[in-house]
């Protein structure tokens, strides 16, 4: 089924404004040919149709529900990206643990925006729970969202296969899951730390509940998004982040030419974004 320049753009920009997604015009057979499909189980005609059933069909929020899974990209893995995760273990959590002591405050608020299946999330609750700093009284949670239902209810069963261990030690497996007849679970008591939702990040709604957060956690999304897409997400980041909260991007993606909201630190191997703080 052929997707014409119009109805292209047509779906490009409604994507783009719901999810942030962005699609340049070098990638119409990409989207056709995920989407092709989605026209098949619905008996659509074309996407002209298809656009116009996203828009007003009866049922169009479970379709773009089932539409969003086709278009992102749910590559991850645990411990992915490993030097960001140390800057995080340390010196980030101390600096954190060190402040909170200073006002009697023991929580802490991790999210893991556009998670996926969740093996970020499970990492960020290792990475605290081997810290040692955050037992004896403190409320950790660590929370993950992602827009595609699917991977978030992978996420709450928390059972991987071999793919996802690619960069995880066999003393980190032992600690920290128990094999399965099929697969390995992520353990009772790093699940539990987890607090995983559905949510698209471009809407403000999707952190209701959240702020204020003492680090976010948004790697490898934002490069699929335009530049208006990424500040708009910057802007949600800052306004659930607590002041001197910290959020952490993938090592290709940047704020330097979008936003001066957030004040970049360079630690080796790393940069992360800083809040101002109160």
């Given at each position: 089924?052929?997707?014409?320049?119009?109805?292209?753009?047509?779906?490009?920009?409604?994507i783009?404004?719901?999810?942030g997604?962005?699609?340049?015009?070098?990638?119409?057979?990409?989207?056709?040919?995920?989407?092709e499909?989605?026209?098949?189980?619905?008996?659509l005609l074309?996407?002209e149709?298809?656009?116009?059933?996203?828009?007003?069909?009866p049922?169009?929020?479970?379709?773009?529900?089932?539409?969003?899974?086709?278009?992102?990209?749910?590559?991850t893995?645990?411990f992915?990206?490993?030097?960001?995760?140390q800057?995080f273990?340390?010196?980030?959590?101390?600096d954190?643990?060190?402040?909170?002591?200073?006002?009697?405050?023991?929580?802490?608020r991790?999210?893991?925006?556009?998670?996926?299946?969740?093996?970020?999330?499970?990492?960020?609750?290792?990475?605290?729970?081997?810290?040692g700093?955050?037992?004896?009284g403190?409320d950790?949670?660590?929370?993950?969202?992602d827009?595609?239902a699917?991977?978030v209810?992978?996420?709450?069963?928390g059972?991987?296969f071999?793919?996802?261990?690619?960069?995880?030690?066999?003393?980190?497996?032992d600690?920290?899951?128990?094999?399965?007849?099929?697969?390995?679970?992520?353990?009772?008591?790093?699940?539990?730390l987890?607090?995983?939702?559905?949510?698209?990040?471009m809407?403000?709604?999707?952190?209701?509940g959240?702020?204020?957060?003492?680090?976010v956690?948004?790697?490898?999304?934002?490069?699929?998004?335009?530049?208006?897409?990424?500040l708009?997400?910057?802007?949600?980041?800052h306004?659930?982040l607590?002041p001197?909260?910290?959020?952490?991007?993938?090592h290709a993606?940047?704020?330097?030419?979008?936003?001066?909201?957030?004040t970049?630190?360079?630690?080796?191997?790393?940069?992360?974004y800083?809040?101002?703080?109160?």
């Amino acid at each position: 089924m052929e997707l014409s320049e119009e109805e292209f753009r047509l779906l490009r920009d409604f994507i783009h404004e719901r999810f942030g997604l962005f699609f340049d015009d070098g990638q119409r057979s990409s989207m056709r040919s995920r989407l092709e499909g989605r026209l098949a189980s619905l008996d659509l005609l074309s996407f002209e149709d298809y656009y116009h059933y996203l828009r007003f069909g009866p049922q169009r929020a479970e379709e773009l529900d089932r539409m969003i899974s086709h278009l992102t990209n749910n590559e991850t893995y645990f411990f992915r990206e490993a030097p960001q995760l140390q800057v995080f273990a340390d010196p980030i959590l101390r600096d954190l643990k060190e402040r909170k002591a200073a006002r009697d405050d023991r929580t802490l608020r991790v999210l893991s925006a556009g998670c996926s299946s969740g093996e970020e999330v499970h990492t960020l609750g290792m990475i605290v729970h081997d810290s040692g700093q955050f037992f004896w009284g403190w409320d950790v949670q660590v929370h993950g969202m992602d827009v595609d239902a699917a991977a978030v209810e992978k996420a709450r069963r928390g059972v991987y296969f071999h793919n996802s261990f690619r960069s995880l030690s066999p003393v980190l497996i032992d600690r920290h899951f128990v094999r399965q007849a099929v697969g390995m679970q992520v353990r009772d008591g790093i699940r539990r730390l987890a607090r995983l939702r559905q949510g698209n990040l471009m809407d403000a709604a999707s952190y209701e509940g959240l702020a204020p957060l003492d680090a976010v956690f948004c790697r490898n999304v934002l490069i699929y998004f335009s530049d208006a897409a990424i500040l708009k997400a910057a802007r949600l980041f800052h306004e659930a982040l607590a002041p001197g909260g910290y959020l952490f991007l993938g090592h290709a993606e940047s704020l330097s030419r979008i936003t001066d909201l957030f004040t970049p630190i360079r630690f080796q191997g790393a940069i992360v974004y800083q809040k101002a703080p109160a």
